[in-house]
């Protein structure tokens, strides 16, 4: 059975830092791209960040950039977000998603499989 597992969120105070990481368990995602996605209160999903097989490529959502910094361990099965210069604008639940065939794919359609994602909450 496929398992993304996130973990590292928490309750931070703006202009923090938190570290995510994505545990994937039952199959290799060495080939295929991982994202980060998240989901604020009555709003909807939005990407965050994305990572090449290769861990060469990078692609983040603008509102994230200069802050954020996704990269991945292919050795580990495992994908991270570091997060920096933290706002409450941030503070949403945050999704891995593993097996993307393309990291541009900001609309989160190409990846097979989700998370259940980890609680981000960043106060003023």
């Known amino acids: 059975q496929v398992q993304l597992v996130e973990s590292g969120g928490g309750l931070v105070q703006a202009g923090g830092s938190l570290r995510l990481s994505c545990a994937a368990s039952g199959r290799t995602f060495s080939r295929y791209a991982m994202g980060w996605f998240r989901q604020a209160p009555a709003k909807e999903r939005e990407f965050v960040a994305a990572v090449s097989w290769s861990g060469g490529r990078t692609n983040y959502a603008d509102s994230v950039k200069g802050r954020f910094t996704i990269a991945r361990d292919n050795a580990k099965n495992t994908v991270y977000l570091q997060m920096n210069s933290l706002k409450p604008e941030d503070t949403a639940v945050y999704y891995c998603?593993?097996?993307?065939?393309?990291?541009?794919?900001?609309?989160?359609?190409?990846?097979?499989?989700w998370g259940q994602g980890t609680q981000v909450t960043v106060s003023s």
């Open positions: 998603a593993g097996g993307g065939r393309d990291y541009n794919d900001d609309a989160g359609v190409n990846y097979d499989y």
